[in-house]
C-alpha cells in the first residue's frame, strides 16, 4: 500500500520522486505461515526496487564456478528519497507454527515489518533450496554474491515509527530463522533487507561453496539514514528461531541495511560454506545515520543462537548487519567503510521498564550462542554487526583494530543511552547482559565466519573520528533478578566508547555505568561490568555501584589468551573512578578477580566491600 516501487531487487536506471508517507493501523489477530510470510508489511521506497524473491530449485552442474548475483539498491540515475512509515498495532501476531521451527530453508518471516528506503532497494529474498555439483578446483566453486546498497545518485530513508500494542493486550510471536519480531529500518543510500542463506548447500559434503555478503552503499550511493522509533507495551514479544531478533530498531546512512544471515548454514551439506562478509560502505558513499529509540515495557523472549533480545543500531558511512550466526563455516569478516565513505552515527536510546530482556540461546558445535539479552550501537565511518561472536581477550577491544581492508573513512559514533529497569539474563557463551557502545572512524562489531575460534574484533579500524558518549543506567527493580549470565565470556554489561587513530582527549566523562540492581556472572572469563574510553576523544569511565547492589564476576577464562572474569574491568580511559557502596566480587571468591583495569589511571572509592583481588 503507498509508495513501494515495483518488484525486483534492484531499482531502474532514471530519477524518481520522493515517496509520500505510508500508515497501517492494525487491531486483529494475525497467523501467517510460509518462508518470507509477514504478519504486518509497510514499506516505502524513493528510487525503485521494491520487493523480489528468488525462487531457488535444483542443482547445478559440475565443472567451473557458476554464480547467482543478487543486487538489492539502485544504481545509475539520481535516486529519490523514502517517505513515512508508521504502523500502530495492538492485535496479537504469529508467523509460522512450532512444526516449521526445525526447518532452516524457511526463513524472514517477520510478525511487524516497517520500512523506507531512499536510493532504490526494499526486500529480497531466496526462497526453496539449491545445490551445487563439484567445481574442478579450490577458487572456482560455485556460490552465491549478495550485495545490499545503492551506486546511484542516492536518496534519504524517510523516518519509521512502531507503536506495539498499548496497555499489554498483544503479542507477537515467530517461529522460524531470522524471523524477527518487531523490525524497524530506514536506510538512506540504497539496500534495506536481503535474504539469508539457508537451502543452499552442495550436493557432496567434501565439496565447498563460496557466498560473498556485501553490506554498504557505493560511490554516489549516499543518504541520510531517518529516524527510527519502537515503543513497545505488548505482553510479550517471543522469537524461537536461531538469528531471529525480538526487537529490532535500525537506521543507516549511506547504503545497506540488513543482509546474508547465516543462521541456516548449520546441518548436512549446508554448512560447508566458504563466506567472505563486508559490512561497510567504500568508494566514497556518504551519510548519517538517524537517532534511533527503542522503548519497551513488555516482555521480550528469544531461544534461538544469535537471536538478540533488544537491538537499536545507527550506522553513518554504509553498513548494519550481515553474516550473524553461521555455525558451521569458514571465510573471512571485514567491518568499517573503506575509499573515504564518510557519514556520523545518530544517536540511540534504548529504554526498558518494569520488564526485561531474555535469551535461552545454548552453544551449539562448540561455538558461542552470541544471544545478547540488550544491544545499543551508535557507528560513524561505516561498519556495523557481522559474522559469529566470540567474546574473547580484552586486547581485541579498542581502536586501531585490523577489521577493515583500510581506514581511510571519517564519522563520529552518536551518544549512546541504555536505562534498564527489569531483568537482563542469557544462557549461552558471549551472551552479554546490556552491550552498549559507540565508535568513530568505522568499525563495530566483527566476528567469524563460523567455525574460527578466534576472538571477535569490538571498536574503532582507526579512520577519523571520535566515539561518542555511552551511558548504562541499570535501576533498581524491587523484586527483580537483575542480570544474569552463564556462559564462558558473557558479560553483564559491555560499555564503550572507541574513537579513531587521533590523540585528542576530553575531561568529559565517555563512558559511565550505574549498577542500580544484582549483576551476577558465572562463566569463564565473564566480567560483571566492563567499560572502556579508546582512542581519538577518550576520557573519563566511571562506574558506580549503589547499596546493596552484589556484582559478581565469573571465572577462570576458557577463551585462550582471554582474561579471568572480573567483578569490574576498566581500560583506556585518560583516568577511571570505581565507586562502590554495594559488593564487588568473584564467583571464585577471594581466589578471584575483584577489579581489573587496564592501561587507566583507576581511584578506587569505597564504602561497601571487595572480596578478592585487585
Not at 423 to 448: K, L, M, P
Request: net charge negative; glycine share 28%; hydrophobic share 30%.
Amino acid at each position: 500500500s503507498g509508495g513501494s516501487g515495483g518488484s525486483g531487487f534492484s531499482g531502474s536506471i532514471g530519477s524518481t520522486p520522493d515517496q509520500a508517507g505510508v500508515g497501517v493501523t492494525n487491531s486483529g489477530a494475525i497467523n501467517v505461515v510460509g518462508d518470507g510470510s509477514k504478519g504486518i508489511f509497510a514499506q516505502n521506497i524513493g528510487g525503485g526496487g521494491g520487493n523480489g524473491a528468488a525462487g531457488l530449485i535444483g542443482t547445478v552442474s559440475t565443472g567451473g564456478g557458476k554464480t547467482l548475483t543478487l543486487a538489492l539498491g539502485a544504481t545509475g540515475g539520481s535516486g529519490g528519497a523514502g517517505g513515512t512509515a508508521q504502523v500502530f498495532n495492538t492485535g496479537s501476531i504469529v508467523t509460522g507454527s512450532e512444526q516449521s521451527t526445525s526447518n532452516s530453508a524457511i526463513s524472514q518471516a517477520h510478525g511487524l515489518f516497517a520500512q523506507s528506503v531512499g536510493g532504490g532497494g526494499g526486500t529480497g529474498m531466496l526462497t526453496g533450496s539449491l545445490v551445487y555439483g563439484s567445481t574442478s578446483s579450490t577458487g572456482t566453486e560455485h556460490g552465491v554474491a549478495m550485495t545490499l546498497g545503492g551506486t546511484a545518485g542516492g536518496g534519504a530513508g524517510g523516518d519509521v515509527s512502531v507503536q506495539n500494542g498499548t496497555s499489554f493486550e498483544n503479542s507477537i510471536t515467530t517461529y522460524t530463522n531470522s524471523s524477527h519480531a518487531v523490525f524497524a529500518q530506514s536506510i538512506g543510500g540504497g539496500g534495506g533487507l536481503a535474504g539469508d542463506l539457508g537451502g543452499i548447500g552442495t550436493e557432496d559434503a567434501s565439496d565447498t561453496w563460496a557466498a560473498a555478503i556485501d553490506v554498504g552503499g557505493s560511490g554516489k550511493g549516499s543518504g541520510k539514514g531517518g529516524d527510527v522509533s519502537i515503543e513497545n507495551k505488548a505482553s510479550e514479544v517471543a522469537t524461537y528461531g536461531s538469528g531471529a531478533y525480538g526487537l529490532y530498531a535500525q537506521s543507516v546512512g549511506g547504503g545497506g541495511g540488513d543482509a546474508g544471515d547465516g543462521t541456516g548454514l548449520s546441518t548436512g551439506n549446508t554448512k560447508n560454506a566458504k563466506l567472505a562478509i563486508n559490512v561497510g560502505g567504500k568508494s566514497g558513499t556518504s551519510g548519517d545515520g538517524g537517532a534511533v529509540a527503542l522503548d519497551s515495557a513488555g516482555n521480550v523472549f528469544t531461544s534461538g543462537t544469535g537471536a538478540i533480545a533488544m537491538f537499536a543500531q545507527s550506522v553513518g558511512a554504509g553498513g548494519g548487519k550481515g553474516g550473524a550466526g553461521a555455525s558451521g563455516v569458514s571465510g573471512t569478516v571485514t567491518v568499517g567503510g573503506t575509499g573515504s565513505s564518510s557519514g556520523d552515527g545518530g544517536d540511540v536510546t534504548l529504554t526498558t521498564v518494569t520488564a526485561g530482556a531474555h535469551t535461552g540461546a545454548v552453544d551449539a558445535d562448540g561455538l558461542p550462542a552470541a544471544a545478547h539479552a540488550i544491544f545499543a550501537q551508535s557507528v560513524g565511518g561505516g561498519g556495523g554487526y557481522a559474522g559469529t561472536v566470540l567474546m574473547g581477550t580484552a586486547s581485541n577491544f579498542g581502536s586501531g583494530l585490523a577489521m577493515s581492508s583500510s581506514n581511510d573513512t571519517r564519522g563520529d559514533g552518536g551518544n549512546v543511552t541504555v536505562t534498564v529497569q527489569g531483568g537482563a539474563d542469557t544462557r549461552g557463551g558471549s551472551s552479554v547482559g546490556i552491550f552498549a557502545q559507540s565508535v568513530g572512524g568505522g568499525g563495530g562489531v566483527a566476528g567469524q565466519a563460523g567455525a574460527t575460534l578466534s576472538g571477535a574484533l569490538i571498536g574503532s579500524t582507526g579512520g577519523t573520528g571520535i566515539g561518542g558518549t555511552v551511558m548504562v543506567d541499570y535501576q533498581a527493580d524491587p523484586g527483580g533478578t537483575g542480570i544474569m549470565t552463564s556462559g564462558n565470556g558473557a558479560h553483564g554489561i559491555f560499555a564503550q566508547s572507541a574513537g579513531g587513530a587521533g590523540g585528542s582527549v576530553t575531561s568529559d566523562t565517555k563512558v559511565s555505568v550505574t549498577a542500580g540492581e544484582d549483576i551476577k556472572v558465572s562463566g569463564g572469563g565473564s566480567h560483571a561490568i566492563y567499560a572502556q574510553s579508546a582512542g581519538d576523544g577518550r576520557g573519563l569511565v566511571k562506574v558506580t555501584i549503589n547499596t546493596g547492589v552484589t556484582v559478581q564476576g565469573g571465572g577462570a577464562a576458557v577463551v585462550a589468551g582471554a582474561e579471568d572474569g572480573a567483578g569490574v574491568f576498566v581500560k583506556d580511559g585518560t583516568s577511571s573512578t570505581i565507586t562502590n557502596a554495594g559488593t564487588v566480587e568473584s564467583v571464585l571468591g577471594t581466589n578471584g578477580i575483584a577489579v581489573a583495569a587496564v592501561d587507566t589511571q583507576l581511584t578506587i572509592n569505597n564504602t561497601g566491600t571487595i572480596t578478592g583481588n585487585i
